[in-house]
């Protein structure tokens, strides 16, 4: 069984701050994506990574997959009271279906 | 296309109860695929269908739970005489065709079981 590992499960910071949240697994990720999930709603796709060391900017989020694939970062650069979420880390480690991380559940304070 | 659909959003029902939830996904998409999210977890995979075959289930799926897609275009999920425990969020995604493709979620429908 392929487990995602979120870290940190919780993280409260005030607005303009930067942080990094962490996905790992023990195995290798054919491709990893990043989700943003609001409560009440379903998950939205903000990025997939593929291949190892790679590196994607989307505005104030950087993303980067590590080199052996098997573990991934979030960092959001000045965070914004709209950037309060749930963020989960997903494969689907080459089968059908997706496994989620438990998410790391982000409060920007303003 | 305004993306997934599920409806009711939100159902609350007596134990023991039958309750039934339906997905529309992306038009053109092939695959559709149900998860299911507790409070504090991430979704957890319940079962998968390309067109109208259901080609996987998972361990979570009791024989209470029944999923079709008739017409491999809308999906239902049944959950017959309902327990406390499937009180959760069930999400549906849709995606193109390919397992490498992406999955696009809906909203959910929140379910409490009383």
């Known amino acids: 069984t392929q487990l995602l590992e979120q870290s940190p499960q919780f993280l409260s910071i005030q607005e303009g701050e930067n942080l990094t949240v962490y996905c790992n697994s023990s195995?290798?990720?054919?491709?990893l994506q990043w989700y943003r999930q609001e409560p009440g709603e379903g998950p939205v796709l903000l990025v997939t990574v593929v291949t190892g060391g790679e590196v994607k900017k989307l505005k104030r989020l950087t993303f980067q997959f590590g080199d052996a694939r098997k573990d991934s970062s979030l960092h959001i650069t000045a965070a914004q009271p709209g950037d309060t979420g749930l963020y989960l880390c997903a494969s689907n480690f080459g089968n059908e279906k997706l496994t989620f991380g438990t998410g790391t559940r982000l409060t920007i304070i303003p | 296309d305004t993306g997934v659909s599920q409806d009711p959003r939100h159902k609350i029902t007596k134990r023991g109860q039958n309750v039934t939830f339906r997905c529309d996904p992306i038009?053109?998409?092939?695959?559709l695929y149900w998860y299911r999210q507790t409070l504090g977890q991430g979704p957890e995979f319940l079962t998968y269908?390309?067109?109208?075959?259901?080609?996987?289930k998972s361990r979570l799926l009791s024989d209470r739970f029944s999923a079709e897609r008739p017409k491999g275009s809308f999906s239902t999920l049944e959950i017959q005489r309902t327990e406390q425990g499937d009180s959760a969020m069930y999400l549906c995604a849709s995606s193109l065709d390919r397992q490498t493709d992406t999955q696009y979620f809906g909203p959910g429908t929140r379910l409490t079981v009383l």
């Open positions: 269908f390309q067109n109208e075959a259901q080609l996987e």
């Open positions: 195995s290798v990720f054919s491709s």
């Open positions: 038009s053109e998409h092939n695959r």
